[in-house]
Structures are given as structure tokens and as C-alpha cells.
């Protein structure tokens, strides 16, 4: 049986190898070496999430010296939390409505460039490549974000969470209070505003429809920046847990 790729991605944003299979493909630029080991863990802050097939493409063998390392996420949710955005390529619709709930959080932000930036400054803590998490309490958060309980990264559901795995997600349990909040603020607003992309949002493992919306449980922010209402913590990059899939292309 062969090796499993280190092309997984955690919630966390880790870059883990694992045989499980992901529902949402993506990329961070060339991540890996001659040999197609991954030797860094992004280039540039431009982090996509694609569909897993667009327009017949596909990519044999599915390391390519120099091209993009394709990376695979549990479900839409999964690469929400890690900081990846839709690709205006493959995404186009889910992109350009994207980008309409941005520009009512953050109205100065012009682009994909400027996007990019500022959701690379809520992903890592400034000049370090450490995670970023942020605080808030759980009656405030929508749908499909993630926190980090004792160490695990944990889907925000129907008033309980649900732990996250490369497989797919555990038992719910309730919990209630304040825990760091994974998933970075902008795209908690973005899951707030009832998000309902075209890839599978919830994988099936957490007991709905690829196709059900979140429920909003936090109004859309409007005029304030998340980043006025969430305290960031730092934490150390654990080691993880990772995958592979299907096709794809860049974005």
C-alpha cells in the first residue's frame, strides 16, 4: 500500500499526511521540494480552496516539480478555519459573493491582494509563523467555526462542538463559555452571514446535507473590523494529521 501524502490540512492550518480523504482541495504555492517532500508550510498569502474538479482538469502525478502543492481539506468549514478563501477561478460565484460580505466588514479592503493580506495577519501572529487564535464567546459563534479545546480542534454545531479529525468529525458534546476561537474573524463573519458555498461546507461525518446552511446564530458585523472585537493568543504549531485526493488546478 503506498505511503500517504503530506497533503492534509488541519483546521489548525498543519500540513499533515493521512490516507483519509478530503471534499475541498486547495493550494499555498509550491510547498515542496525536487523530491516532492513539503519543505515549508506556504509561500505568499494567497491560500485558496478549490473544487476538487474544475472543467475536466486534473493533475497526474499529483506532485509536480515546481508546480503548486495540492493540498486537501476535510470540508469547507476545515479550510475556513485554517485561513483559506474561495478561488475566483474555480469558485467564481462563491468568490464574488465572498468578497460582497467583505466589503460590508471591511470597506477599505480593495482585491484580492488586500484580502489576502489582512487574512494573513488574522492567521499567524505578526512576524512569526506561530497560529494566531482569537477569543469570543461560543453563544457568538455561527455555524462551522472552529475552537480549540484541550488541544483539539472542534466544529461549532446546533449548540454543541463536534472534534475534528482527518476522517471526519466524533460525538458532539456541549460545552459553553470562552475558548480560543480557531477560524479566523473575518471568515466567522463570513459563516455568520449564512454562508452556502458550491463545495460540501459540513462533511456528512457531523449528520447534515453537504448542502445545508449554517445557522445563524451572530448577526453580520457591518461597519467594525472583527479584529476590534477578537484578542489573538499565540500558540506553539502542533503536529498534525493529513491526506490526499482527487484533482484540481490553480486558482
Not at 29 to 34: P, R, S, V
Not at 111 to 120: E, K, P, T
Not at 146 to 167: H, K, N, R, T
Not at 188 to 207: F, I, Q, Y
Request: charged share 25%; net charge positive; proline share 11%.
Amino acid at each position: 500500500m503506498p505511503m500517504a501524502l503530506r497533503n492534509r490540512v488541519t483546521p489548525l492550518g498543519e500540513i499533515v499526511a493521512t490516507p483519509a480523504r478530503g471534499l475541498v482541495y486547495g493550494n499555498r504555492g509550491c510547498l515542496h521540494d525536487a523530491r516532492g517532500e513539503v519543505r515549508r508550510a506556504f509561500v505568499g498569502r494567497r491560500w485558496i480552496a478549490c473544487r476538487l474538479e474544475f472543467r475536466g482538469r486534473r493533475r497526474h502525478p499529483i506532485v509536480q516539480p515546481g508546480r503548486y502543492t495540492a493540498l486537501f481539506f476535510l470540508d469547507e468549514a476545515t479550510a475556513l478555519a485554517a485561513g483559506h478563501r474561495p478561488c475566483a477561478e474555480c469558485r467564481r460565484a462563491d468568490y464574488d459573493r465572498f468578497v460582497a460580505v467583505w466589503r460590508e466588514l471591511h470597506p477599505g479592503d480593495a482585491g484580492a491582494d488586500a484580502i489576502d493580506l489582512r487574512l494573513h495577519d488574522e492567521r499567524l501572529v505578526a512576524g512569526t509563523r506561530e497560529r494566531r487564535l482569537h477569543e469570543q464567546p461560543l453563544s457568538e459563534l455561527p455555524d462551522g467555526a472552529f475552537v480549540l479545546d484541550d488541544g483539539v480542534p472542534q466544529l461549532v454545531l446546533a449548540g454543541a462542538l463536534f472534534p475534528w479529525s482527518p476522517a471526519g468529525y466524533g460525538p458532539p458534546r456541549a460545552r459553553v463559555g470562552r475558548l480560543p476561537v480557531v477560524t479566523p474573524p473575518s471568515l466567522v463573519a463570513l459563516l455568520a452571514s449564512g454562508w452556502e458555498p458550491g463545495v460540501p461546507l459540513l462533511h456528512p461525518s457531523a449528520g447534515v446535507s453537504h448542502a445545508s446552511p449554517p445557522r445563524r446564530r451572530a448577526p453580520r458585523p457591518r461597519a467594525r473590523s472583527p479584529s476590534a472585537v477578537a484578542r489573538p493568543s499565540r500558540l506553539r504549531r502542533p503536529s498534525g494529521t493529513a491526506g490526499r485526493s482527487p484533482s484540481a488546478r490553480r486558482g
